[in-house]
């Protein structure tokens, strides 16, 4: 169904007269036949890319949705071990999910077997529609509080924003929340593949989960850090990221840093670490010389670490405003 057919059926579907009068029954059964039939367009191929062992990478060129690229703006990981492969996060729409399930068919040729969300953010956790179509029963693991959030306001949300942003490209795509809780320091063992979780707090969300294939001396880090694209912080914290890049180093030593936004490699933490570091120091700076929001802003920019980034940093100009300001604030409660 096209867009202008789409319109038409709603616009139908209001003349049939006042929905309140037709009978409950009728009603839920005429939204769902909407709801199965109304559907964004397929998503195009994006391949997958080997980056070690086992670990296959779909990697996504733009960092933010737009209707053009329906929503792909984040990476999908597969880890393959003896028992079939494992899902690191699943992209922004049931459509994006179907295009890595055609990639893995014909690449892998494995079912997919479990699905790991690093946080509750849709870019990566809305595809799960299109997995649990496709491999009954399959579990989906994520943070405790990561499970809460998608099972409550944040799932709903991220859907609806989603549609927004690439022009309902995404519709069709339901809320799939994951299903079990892991924590810190529990290990996932897949035959001779060990993928174990890493979490320290809040840093990019409260609940997030690093995931480290062990063999592979390779960690996906989801949001917590990002390789030249500017993070949303509106649920994070500076401090709490920094912390993070830390104890990833030392309990983690991996060579490739797998991030949810950019290019894998060995420099993805330090790269952000300096970014958050030109952010957050020069916040705090500012707030010990009792000045106000606007000139901390002035000492970020003209910090080296966030000058020499801020060229190549997808999404700097549009957000760095807002960040500044959410850094000014935690740097602020920090000093009290
Ligand atoms: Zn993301």
Redesign the pocket.
């Known amino acids: 169904m096209n867009r202008r057919q789409f319109l038409r059926s709603t616009a139908a579907l209001s003349t049939l007269g006042a929905v309140e009068f037709l009978p409950w029954h009728t009603v839920s059964a005429l939204a769902s036949e909407v709801g199965d039939f109304v559907r964004g367009p397929a998503v195009k191929d994006h391949p997958l890319q080997q980056l070690s062992k086992h670990v296959w990478m779909i990697y996504s060129p733009d960092g933010f949705p737009t209707p053009e690229n329906q929503g792909m703006?984040?990476n999908l990981t597969f880890v393959d071990t003896p028992k079939g492969l494992v899902a690191v996060?699943t992209g922004a729409s049931v459509q994006i999910g179907e295009m890595a399930i055609r990639q893995i068919r014909q690449v892998l040729k494995k079912p997919v077997i479990a699905i790991i969300n690093?946080?509750y953010?849709g870019?990566?956790f809305l595809g799960n529609h299109a997995f649990v179509d496709a491999y009954k029963d399959i579990p989906i693991y994520a943070h405790a509080g990561t499970i809460q959030q998608i099972q409550g306001m944040e799932g709903n949300l991220w859907r609806t924003l989603m549609e927004q942003w690439t022009n309902q490209a995404t519709m069709g795509t339901r809320v799939v929340p994951p299903t079990i809780a892991v924590d810190h320091g529990q290990e996932l063992k897949f035959g001779d593949v060990t993928l174990r979780m890493h979490h320290y707090g809040k840093a990019?969300t409260p609940s997030d989960i690093c995931v480290e294939v062990v063999e592979d001396k390779l960690t996906c880090i989801?949001?917590v850090a990002?390789d030249r694209r500017i993070?949303?912080m509106d649920d994070g914290s500076y401090a709490g990221s920094l912390k993070a890049y830390d104890a990833l180093e030392k309990n983690a030593a991996s060579t490739i840093w797998l991030p949810?936004?950019g290019h894998p490699g060995a420099g993805v933490l330090a790269w952000n670490r300096g970014l958050f570091q030109g952010i957050y120091e020069s916040c705090l700076k500012a707030i010990e010389a009792g000045e106000a929001m606007a000139a901390a802003k002035v000492r970020v920019l003209a910090d080296e670490r966030v000058r020499s980034r801020a060229k190549d940093t997808k999404g700097f100009d549009n957000n760095i405003g807002k960040y500044v300001s959410l850094a000014y604030l935690e740097a602020e409660a920090a000093a009290f």
């Open positions: 703006m984040c996060d690093t946080h953010h870019d990566h990019h989801g949001d990002m993070a949303n949810g936004h």
